[in-house]
């Protein structure tokens, strides 16, 4: 069993729709981490949480630690937020989840 | 605005020869890592590094890897006699103290 499961795994939006991304673990951790893996390969930390939530222009970022379940949000998406979006987890070492591949259609 | 810097952008190399994968980490930061992704599969945490070694590694990081930190700069990441099945990108991260991680560009390699 995945110690970090996403969903979906594959995600395709209208441009300027609200987009909700999920991760779920199963151990625990001191903190979670939103990724986004851009199409050549390159990967940006968008949040790190240990609890609570976090906004950083239109991303959001949830963590419920009780749940072991986070959220990441985009609002009025835009076809430059194309990216696979990766979960990972911090227990000392880091878990990744499979990641969701978002595809956002102008 | 710093960041890390990982060379070569890409390597070939053939089986059984040794490589070594460069990077730079933000000058500050004291907490560093390696991980590795198949092409097709997601990410995989290799090794940290901290205070001059190695603090966590996982399964994968075996005999065949090894890092070092030679010249308080650099962060390397060497594999001996390399197999087909290293064939990924490898990325560099550094923290400074655990919390947000910066991520290099990776270096893909190749082993034919």
């Known amino acids: 069993k995945n110690e970090v499961e996403q969903s979906p795994q594959n995600l395709t939006a209208q441009e300027g729709e609200f987009i909700t991304i999920n991760c779920s673990y199963s151990v625990g951790i001191s903190a979670l981490h939103w990724l986004q893996q851009h199409p050549g390969g390159g990967i940006v930390s968008l949040f790190m949480?240990?609890?609570g939530k976090k906004k950083h222009g239109r991303l959001i970022a949830t963590i419920n630690i009780q749940e072991k379940h986070s959220s990441l949000h985009i609002t009025a998406s835009h076809p430059r937020d194309s990216a696979v979006y990766i979960c990972a987890v911090d227990n000392n070492d880091m878990r990744f989840g499979a990641g969701t591949r978002l595809t956002v259609k102008p | 605005e710093p960041e890390v810097t990982q060379t070569p952008s890409h390597q070939v190399t053939q089986m059984g020869q040794e490589v070594i994968l460069r990077c730079v980490p933000i000058s500050n930061h004291l907490y560093f890592y390696w991980y590795r992704q198949i092409l097709g599969q997601k990410v995989e945490f290799l090794v940290s590094f901290y205070n001059n070694e190695i603090s966590e590694k996982s399964e994968i990081f075996d005999d065949q890897f090894s890092v070092e930190r030679p010249d308080g700069s650099n962060f390397t990441l060497k594999i001996r006699s390399t197999k087909l099945e290293d064939s990924a990108m490898y990325f560099c991260a550094s923290s400074l103290d655990r919390t947000e991680a910066f991520f290099g560009q990776g270096t893909r390699l190749t082993v034919v």
């Open positions: 949480l240990s609890s």
